[in-house]
């Protein structure tokens, strides 16, 4: 069975920091782009940040810029989202997922999809 696990959510005051993990397993993701999703209570999922196969290309979305960094280790196959600078508006269930396209922002571009992880930021 594929399977993508997250962890490292939690709770974390504003300013603090959280290192997102997201493990695969039942196949092999390197030829896959990876992102990392999140939703809150009452809105609509929101793309956060993707990685392609190769590294070379990461892509996020402007609120994040310069607070996110996406990363993936394939001899591992998996993925990472370090959050710092961390703001209340960040609280939401985060979510990884894999898509076969090479770079897509779009929720529904994506397969595999994990449970999610809660990350609280507190005011």
């Known amino acids: 069975q594929v399977k993508l696990e997250e962890s490292g959510g939690g709770l974390v005051q504003a300013g603090g920091s959280l290192r997102l993990s997201c493990a695969a397993s039942?196949?092999?993701?390197?030829?896959?782009?990876m992102g990392w999703f999140r939703q809150a209570p009452g809105r609509e999922r929101e793309f956060v940040a993707a990685?392609?196969?190769?590294?070379?290309?990461?892509y996020y979305t402007e609120s994040v810029k310069g607070r996110f960094t996406i990363s993936r280790d394939n001899t591992k196959n998996a993925v990472y989202l370090q959050m710092n600078s961390l703001k209340p508006e960040d609280t939401a269930v985060y979510s990884c997922?894999?898509?076969?396209?090479?770079?897509?922002?779009?929720?529904?571009?994506?397969?595999?999809w994990g449970q999610g992880t809660q990350v609280t930021v507190s005011s």
């Open positions: 990685v392609t196969w190769s590294s070379s290309r990461t």
């Open positions: 039942g196949r092999t993701f390197s030829a896959y782009t």
């Open positions: 997922a894999a898509t076969p396209t090479v770079s897509s922002t779009w929720w529904r571009d994506y397969s595999y």
